[in-house]
């Protein structure tokens, strides 16, 4: 009796569940409830927060921020260059790590320390996005908003004693907040000289630790007091104020910062080619550094005189003695048209001893070119030149490149007096009438210099450097700044004045150094930044 029973008992729970089954689905294809509507579509901004949190349970920076950019083109690009990156960063560290590992295995007395696999997965990280800062120093500061859920594959093996254990790390998870300064800019690729990253925030880190096949993780407290030690160890060495800096390339080959200074005085000239017609010619002498933009410094015009004696003095600041030169130019002054070429001749920097004074006699020639070259006779020049290079000091610290950090004149200026550096930095809101193509005249003591000029822009960026040696300090003298457009090969126009700026020089002999934006006169909206620095002897 008990068995039968059993049996319907199975056959009935059977029958029910599977009519059940049929019915619920019948009920549920015939008997749909007709209120149904179309869901309403209404814009994100309309929504209130708490149903912005329902629907995006991780709103990016660049939506809760108005100041953090989008980056999707960033993280597209990562998406397709992360096997590649991948492969280059592990290639990077393994080479890194080679010789610490060295280091520390005969330190500790172990065996050997191999990658057995090392590869960052498949999943790139991604920005959520980027807060940019301009500032008014030669640098670029970056704050990207970090997120990496990777699947990393980092497996060590150590061989001590005759024993072999292996270490493994997956599953990374990295939050960060970095602060990257690109500073300072310079004019040779990648145009930076160094990077320095901080943290803004203590970073979150979560990864899975196996070793000898057994997840640490998963030991009671090991989780927490992991996270502890990472987050205090990385904020105590990188948390901001605190900052890690990485050298790109040698700050003074990519300044081409100043090394020296050359001292030429142009003594005499002797039996110079005639050019009037008279039989006489009126010479003066242009001399410039090959390799720089500045203009050329002029010799007084002897009128009527083929052997002319000028002995007046001149310095120029030199960058590399190895490759540049002093160029010099004899010209024949003419009061209506272009001055006659006597001849020219060329010195390099490299041929003259550091601190020795040399007497040189040139013969003059038509031209460097070989082609221009010809036999006949155009004269002679005397010069007296003296190479006097920098102290190591100065060249390592004489830019500022940090503010406030102005150091002394190098040696060979004038007793008292100094060197006065003026960085032409940008210029923003120029508008000419007709045409803008800024370039800015510097003009001190009636010595001008000028700026390269760049086509078609309002808000020009020169970044140019020029120098100045002074007999003395000049707390009483003015500077004057103009802004020029010039026009265009192809036009009617002339150039046209964008505005100008006096600067007296007081503030700056007293401070070292300023950087400040000064509004252009008889310029509408137009400013310009300069930074003046004051080395005294």
């Not at 960026?461 to 700044?481: A, G, L, S």
Request: a neutral charge.
């Amino acid at each position: 009796m008990g068995f039968v029973s059993s049996l319907l008992g199975t056959f009935g729970f059977g029958l029910g569940v599977s009519a059940g089954i049929v019915i619920g689905y019948y009920l549920f294809i015939y008997f749909q409830p007709t209120d149904v509507k179309d869901p309403k579509i209404r814009p994100l901004v309309e929504l209130d927060s708490k149903t912005l949190d329902r629907i995006l349970p991780e709103i990016p920076l660049w939506v809760k921020n108005p100041d953090f950019d989008r980056v999707d083109w960033l993280n597209k690009f990562l998406g397709i260059m992360w096997p590649y990156l991948d492969k280059a960063i592990c290639k990077t560290a393994r080479e890194i790590a080679k010789p610490i590992i060295a280091e520390n295995t005969v330190k500790y007395k172990i065996d050997s320390v191999e990658f057995q696999t090392l590869t960052l997965g498949s999943l790139p990280p991604t920005f959520q996005g980027i807060k940019v800062y301009i500032t008014d120093e030669k640098e670029l500061i970056l704050e990207p908003s970090l997120k990496w859920a990777g699947n990393p594959n980092i497996t060590i093996v150590v061989k001590a004693f005759g024993l072999k254990a292996s270490a493994q790390i997956i599953d990374l998870q990295v939050f960060a907040l970095p602060r990257i300064t690109l500073k300072p800019l310079v004019p040779s690729f990648p145009c930076f000289a160094n990077i320095i990253v901080s943290l803004m925030e203590k970073p979150h880190v979560d990864f899975g630790l196996r070793l000898l096949g057994a997840d640490l993780m998963s030991i009671p407290g090991m989780y927490r007091k992991v996270q502890d030690v990472i987050k205090n160890q990385v904020a105590c060495m990188y948390l901001w104020p605190k900052r890690l800096e990485v050298p790109i390339m040698d700050l003074s080959s990519a300044m081409k910062k100043p090394v020296g200074i050359l001292h030429v005085k142009v003594v005499r000239a002797v039996k110079l080619k005639k050019k009037d017609f008279m039989g006489k010619s009126d010479p003066y002498v242009k001399l410039k550094l090959t390799e720089e933009k500045l203009p050329s410094k002029k010799t007084t015009v002897k009128h009527s005189d083929l052997n002319p004696e000028w002995n007046e003095e001149f310095r120029f600041v030199v960058k590399d003695p190895q490759s540049q030169a002093l160029e010099l130019i004899v010209y024949d002054w003419e009061k209506i048209g272009v001055h006659d070429k006597i001849g020219m001749q060329v010195v390099p920097l490299k041929d003259l001893m550091p601190e020795e004074p040399k007497t040189v006699t040139l013969n003059l020639v038509k031209g460097m070119d070989l082609i221009e070259t010809d036999d006949k006779p155009r004269g002679q020049i005397v010069l007296d030149m003296l190479y006097s290079p920098f102290k190591e000091d100065y060249i390592l610290t004489g830019e500022g490149d940090n503010a406030g950090d102005v150091s002394k004149a190098p040696d060979g200026t004038p007793s008292g007096g100094g060197l006065l550096v003026v960085f032409v930095h940008e210029a923003e809101d120029l508008e000419g009438k007709h045409h803008t193509n800024p370039y800015v005249r510097i003009t001190f003591r009636g010595e001008e210099k000028r700026t390269k000029h760049i086509k078609k822009s309002r808000d020009p960026r020169w970044e140019e450097e020029f120098q100045f040696v002074c007999e003395d300090p000049p707390v009483n003298d003015k500077m004057q700044v103009d802004v020029i457009s010039k026009p265009s090969s192809i036009g009617i126009h002339s150039k046209e004045n964008l505005g100008y700026v006096i600067i007296s020089l007081e503030d700056v002999v007293n401070n070292k150094r300023t950087n400040e934006k000064y509004h252009l006169i008889d310029s509408r909206n137009g400013r310009i930044q300069i930074e003046l620095q004051w080395r005294p002897s």
